[in-house]
């Protein structure tokens, strides 16, 4: 099987776990990276051994030797990269949130149906063991179809400095969005939301939203950047999807390791991504495989869905919008606003 060919826009903090976990397959080979910053460029080729280095995005898409671009970049700037790597004939992997606007969602799509390349939402908690298996419970009936849905996602509050640059809905809250509709399996029809803005920033740190789906399933989704620091706990998640023949749940707030010392305690997370003995574990390893195997194969993905995630922006935006105003939005008024 030929080795697919990476290009990576952006080397921030995410932007090198996708190198680290590229770099960490054998069916991939990372050829170009770019970054608007020289230093941050300069370290990760070293680092890494690439010599093809790129400030602006367009000198690397017009390289003809690369297949498959991940669009890293802060999420207020994925549009523009995204439709120029389509036109330029490669496969795009977009960060969560594709984008932070529906009108933009759908030019994305749009533009990866002209262009018949495969365009691949970031949504990379459809490869968490633990997620997924909750999803072939719901098909395999051993849960059943979803009538009710809790998810939540606590970050530590340092983080908040960083992230507050877009509202909390699609930073955090829009991998449970995602993981909603994937569960309930149709769109959703209202929704009503409550955001506590705690220190006054105009994203809240604490965020509320009740979904009504279109099958008449129910969500409440709830993320926030409230964890104290000092509890170093790196991920507080928990999960309840109650189905109409069962009921499955996780919390994810204890790893099992546990790190003690004069700097205090630390509760590492395992799953999302980390190195083991020099390579990349984890759902992001996971998530790169898979689009690697379908690109090589020359297959449509099955596990992750564009369309999913345009409608992942539509409810996020409704969202913001049910927050700002207080009111429930149905959906379709956003639709086609
Ligand atoms: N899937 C996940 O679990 C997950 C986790 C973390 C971050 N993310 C997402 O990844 C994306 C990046 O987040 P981050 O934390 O790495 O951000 P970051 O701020 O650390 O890095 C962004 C990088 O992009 C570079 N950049 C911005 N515009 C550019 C351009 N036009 N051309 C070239 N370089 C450009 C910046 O110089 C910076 O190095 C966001 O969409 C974020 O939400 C996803």
């Known amino acids: ?33 770019c970054d608007s910053s020289p230093e941050r460029l300069e370290r990760a080729g070293l680092e890494y051994g690439i010599v093809n280095l790129y400030l602006n995005a367009d000198d690397l898409l017009q390289r003809n030797d690369i297949d498959l671009i991940s669009v890293v970049t802060f999420e207020s700037q994925h549009l523009e990269p995204t439709l120029k790597a389509l036109r330029s004939g490669k496969h795009v992997l977009v960060e969560k949130p594709v984008t932070t606007r529906p009108d933009e969602a759908r030019a994305m799509q749009a533009a990866a149906a002209d262009s018949g390349r495969l365009l691949l939402p970031g949504h ?30 606590s970050r530590e509050h340092y983080l908040f400095d960083t992230f507050q640059r877009v509202h909390t809905v699609f930073e955090l809250m829009i991998h449970d969005i995602d993981l909603a509709i994937w569960y309930a399996g149709c769109r959703v029809r209202s929704v009503k939301a409550y955001g506590k ?12 939203a009740n979904l009504e789906f279109e099958n008449g399933a129910l969500a409440v989704l709830h993320s926030n950047w ?34 003690w010392n004069s700097g205090g305690r630390l509760t590492p997370d ?68």
């Open 124 to 153: 990379l908690l459809r490869f968490d063991p633990r997620y997924a298996a909750i999803k072939e419970a719901v098909q395999s009936n051993r849960v059943g179809t979803p009538v009710s849905m809790y998810m939540k996602r």
């Open 197 to 208: 803005s705690v220190s006054g920033a105009a994203s809240p740190e604490v965020l509320w």
């Open 1 to 33: 099987m030929n080795k697919v060919r990476v290009g990576i826009l952006g080397l921030g903090r995410w932007g090198m776990c996708h190198l680290e976990a590229y770099s960490s397959l054998g069916q991939a080979e990372v050829v170009a990276i």
């Open 270 to 337: 395992m799953n999302i991504h980390t190195k083991l003995h020099g390579q990349s574990v984890g759902c992001l390893r996971e998530q790169l495989t898979y689009i690697c195997r379908c690109i090589s194969r020359g297959e449509d993905p099955t596990v992750i869905s564009f369309a999913d995630a345009v409608h992942g922006v539509e409810v996020a935006d409704a969202i913001a919008a049910s927050c700002a105003t207080g009111r429930e939005i149905v959906l379709e008024e956003t639709v086609t606003k």
């Open 226 to 259: 409230m964890t104290p620091d000092e509890a170093g706990v790196e991920i507080a998640d928990a999960i309840e999807v109650i189905g109409q023949s069962g009921t499955a749940h996780f919390e994810t707030s204890n790893s099992g390791l546990q790190i």
